[in-house]
């Protein structure tokens, strides 16, 4: 584990993104379902595991930092056949939050996916990615979002 110990505690947030593609008539099948399937409200459900993925990441990551976080986003919202996961950190402290981010979007998608799979294996999670950081020593900012 990096020390960070004489690094200056500044504010940090960052936003990373996941995207979940379901095949046409599965994503038509869920839209006319309200999103609800035999396990319950999909969107909401990711939302909440989300935020559990952001609070587990030191532990699901063998090097990262616990990290004092001021608040997390996990927002899910539907483009086409995709569900999209942007997932929002902050903290103050001494190292980023970009696991925080990427872990909470990815845990999201990947309920997604298990609430899901009934109707269809064909599902595909992908453009994990960090959105922009902010904190630190630079800035990241991805072109094209």
């Known amino acids: 584990m990096v020390d960070v110990g004489q690094k200056d505690v500044t504010s940090r947030h960052a936003t990373a993104q996941a995207r ?12 006319d379902q309200g999103f ?28 990262c930092h616990t990290l004092p976080l001021n608040g997390c986003q996990v927002e899910l919202h539907v483009e086409g056949d995709d569900v999209v ?8 402290g ?14 999201a998608a990947l309920t997604v996916y298990d609430m899901c799979k009934a109707l269809s294996h064909d599902i595909e999670i992908h453009e994990v990615r960090l959105l922009q950081k902010a904190g630190g020593k630079r800035d990241f900012q991805r072109e094209n979002v």
């Open 20 to 31: 979940i593609r379901f095949p046409a008539e599965c994503a038509q099948q869920l839209r």
């Open 36 to 63: 609800m399937t035999k396990k319950g409200a999909v969107l909401t459900v990711a939302q909440i595991a989300g935020v559990m993925g952001v609070k587990a990441t030191p532990q699901l990551i063998p090097l």
């Open 85 to 92: 996961v942007q997932c929002h950190v902050s903290c103050h």
């Open 94 to 107: 001494r190292t980023g939050v970009e696991m925080e981010a990427l872990t909470g979007a990815s845990v």
